[in-house]
Structure formats: C-alpha cells, structure tokens
C-alpha cells in the first residue's frame, strides 16, 4: 500500500472512529434539585400516550398541552408560563420512556421521580406500566414526596418498565385554571438505556468484543505509519 493510500484510509478510519466512539458515550449526568440522574436528559419520560383531562378540567390554555411533560423538567413558574399540564379533577396522564427504561434497583433508594409544579399540593396516584401494558401501582406522590421507591411494590417480578401512569386523586370539585395535578416531567432515578445489554457485554454472536479504542486505535496508527 502507498504511502498516499495509507495516509488516506488513516484521514478515513479516524473520522469513522470518532463517529463511532460518539454514539457509543454515556449519557451525561443530570442533577436537578438534589436527584442525580445518571442517564441525563435520556432518564426523562418522552412519548404521550395518552391525556384525559378530569372534571372540571382546566381551562387556562397554557397548561393544556400534554407533550409539555415530556423531557427534563422546564416549567419555567408563573400563570403565564407553560411547561407542565394540569390534568382537572381525577384526569390522567400516560406517558413512555422510549430510549430507556426505567428499572428497579434492589435497594430501598428511591427509584422514580415526578415533577410536580403549582401552588397547591396536590396528590397523584402513580402506576407503572411493562412493555406488555400490565400496569402496577407505586402509591402516590404530593408536593415534595416526589420521589418513589418502587422495590416496596408487589411488580410481578417485574424489574423493568415502560409506562408511568399519573392521575389526579386531590378532588376538590372545583374550578379553576389549573385544577388538578400540573405535571412538569417524570425522571427515572433507576434507569437503563434501551441500548445496554442488561444480563452481559457479549454481542449476538455471545463474542465478547475487543475494546473498541484498542483496536481503533491500534488499526489507525498501523496504517498511518
């Protein structure tokens, strides 16, 4: 091979290299007030399935929007402002993680958290849900008891899940702009991204690979030099 080839499959291999190692990082670490979530952004609830507004239901058009609760927490505070839905009198909300799940830990840490805002303290029954759709209460969450263990729950022997079901379970019969639960986002504490291998490191083929830096590296500078 001459030099030229060499250096030019060199140029090719570390762009494809560094294209590789990107997409296999680690999701950052988020803390947000005082949770640490070790999947980042990625930890966060991202699909609405499905919103079904109690009654009353609320009728400030700003906490209407069901997509609002998806991702990191955003609600930025004030009547004005948007970010979170408020879900009426018994009304809930189901939302999925897409590019994770959220799992149990073993221990009694807690293991969900959702972001409720507004000035009131409101309770919201919470239940989680499998891949399959079999959904399992986790007890409730108000105010500042955000924050669930769910390894204290019978799961079925489930230790991963797709769905959290949130819903509103302060009735007070009334009115109002934002009656209900206002539902800013739901984080998972305990979490696996949907492409981790959960039981080992081998790939399909039950091959356990070669650091992808050694061999990246080692094949570069091969044909660099």
């Known amino acids: 091979m001459t030099c030229l080839l060499r250096r030019f499959y060199a140029v090719r291999l570390t762009a494809a290299f560094a294209a590789c190692m990107a997409s296999q990082a680690t999701a950052a670490t988020l803390m947000i007030d005082g949770i640490e979530f070790v999947d980042g952004e990625a930890a966060f609830a991202d699909g609405l399935v499905e919103l079904s507004f109690g009654t009353p239901a609320p009728t400030s058009t700003n906490f209407l929007d069901g997509t609002s609760t998806l991702g990191v927490p955003d609600y930025p505070g004030g009547s004005n402002g948007t970010g979170s839905v408020s879900l009426g009198n018994g009304g809930f909300i189901i939302l999925k ?16 958290f959702v972001f409720e805002v507004g000035p009131s303290v409101e ?5 989680i849900g499998t891949a399959a759709g079999t959904f399992y209460s986790v007890g409730d969450v108000a105010g500042s008891l955000s924050s669930i263990d769910i390894d204290a729950f019978d799961l079925g022997g489930n230790t991963e899940f797709t769905f959290v079901k949130l819903t509103d379970s302060f009735f007070t019969g009334e009115a109002g702009g934002t009656v209900g639960a206002d539902i800013d986002a739901v984080g998972a504490i305990s979490s696996r991204l949907v492409t981790d291998d959960p039981d ?15 061999t990246g590296i080692l094949l570069i500078a091969g044909l660099a030099g």
């Open 97 to 112: 993680f897409t590019d994770n799940v959220l799992t149990t830990s073993g221990t009694d840490s807690d293991d969900l």
């Open 123 to 127: 309770r919201t029954a919470v239940e």
């Open 200 to 214: 080992d490191d081998q790939d399909d083929n039950g091959i356990n690979p070669v650091p992808l830096p050694a």
